[in-house]
Structure formats: structure tokens, C-alpha cells
């Protein structure tokens, strides 16, 4: 049986039990990289669309009453989020790995 991999184009990652995603806009499957509307050519249609997601629309500037600084907990909690996601990605990782050697197996 062939195993179907992520129709995102250029990518080749296999869809396994344990990195295949449904995407809740589009209804496709795509694995853990794309697995988010925003990283992958979602519409809701049920049919991929090809143009790039629109850029919100910005608010206007505050007015300028002191210096603009970046918020201190910003970087932290990028630096958070940036571990979590590795960590998924590696936990599902590992999960394919011993899909694979219980396929080979059996």
C-alpha cells in the first residue's frame, strides 16, 4: 500500500497515523509542517486556492509619547513557543519512527 505524502508543493513528507493533520478550513490532510491554514494553500472551498493569504489590515499608529521598545516578555515567549514546536515536531517524529519499525515488524 502506498503510504500518501503532504500535497503541499515541494514538500515529500510522508502522511503516517502519527503526522497526518486534517486541516479544519480546508478538510485536506497535510503533515505537522503544514498543518496550520497559514503554511499551506488553505480556502475553504475543500479546494486549495493558489494566491497568498491577505496581510491584515493595520491599525494606526499610537500616538508617540515615549520611545517605542520591544515588550521584555516578548522575546521569552518566542523563545517558548519556538521549543514547543520543535518539540511537537520531534515527538511526532519519534511517533513515525516506531510506526515504521512496527510496520517492518509485523
Known amino acids: 500500500q502506498k503510504i500518501p505524502k503532504c500535497p503541499v508543493d515541494g514538500c515529500r513528507d ?6 497526518r493533520f486534517e486541516c479544519g478550513t480546508c ?8 498543518r496550520a491554514p497559514e503554511a499551506h494553500p488553505c480556502s475553504d472551498a475543500g479546494a486549495p486556492s493558489r494566491a497568498p493569504p491577505k496581510p491584515a489590515p493595520r491599525a ?15 522575546a521569552p515567549v ?3 513557543i519556538g521549543r514547543m514546536q520543535a518539540d511537537d515536531e520531534e515527538m511526532a517524529m519519534r511517533l513515525q519512527q516506531e510506526e515504521i519499525a512496527r510496520a517492518q515488524g509485523a
Open 14 to 19: 510522508k502522511l503516517h497515523l502519527s503526522n
Open 60 to 74: 494606526a499608529p499610537a500616538p508617540k509619547s515615549q520611545p517605542s521598545r520591544p515588550s521584555p516578555a516578548a
Open 78 to 80: 518566542a523563545a517558548v
Open 27 to 34: 478538510k485536506k490532510t497535510y503533515c505537522v509542517k503544514h
